[in-house]
Nanobody, 122 residues
Framework: QVQLVESGGGLVQAGGSLRLSCAAS????????MAWFRQAPGKEREFVAT????????RYADSVKGRFTISRDNAKNTVYLQMNSLKPEDTAVYYC???????????????WGRGTQVTVSS
């Protein structure tokens, strides 16, 4: 099973940018579809973005479309989430996940990182 570790979270002002990274170990990421989810306090985990194993297919939640970009570098065994024009409502713990196919349903992804906190101040 692949192990995932997120990094790059932090505190940023509204309108700012952050880039999250998800580094894999144990197995190569190139055989997995990947996704980012997030969970705000008191709310359920929600889908943010997903990318196919080769990077040709990407899908985003409506709430982040046009502001966030998911990408991957299989040579570095790393997936990224570039977040621009951040809003206070983007505040959450962000998790990366690995699975057999792209999708927006958390249960379809079998491997998860521990998350990285993103806080956007107004």
């Amino acid at each position: 099973q692949v192990q995932l570790v997120e990094s790059g979270g932090g505190l940023v002002q509204a309108g700012g940018s952050l880039r999250l990274s998800c580094a894999a170990s144990g197995r190569t990421l190139s055989t997995y579809a990947m996704a980012w989810f997030r969970q705000a306090p008191g709310k359920e985990r929600e889908f943010v973005a997903t990318i196919s194993w080769g990077g040709s297919r990407r899908r985003y939640a409506d709430s982040v479309k046009g502001r966030f970009t998911i990408s991957r570098d299989n040579a570095k065994n790393t997936v990224y989430l570039q977040m621009n024009s951040l809003k206070p409502e983007d505040t959450a713990v962000y998790y990366c996940a690995a699975g057999q196919e792209t999708g927006s349903v958390a249960a379809k992804f079998g491997s998860w990182g521990r998350g990285t906190q993103v806080t956007v101040s107004s």
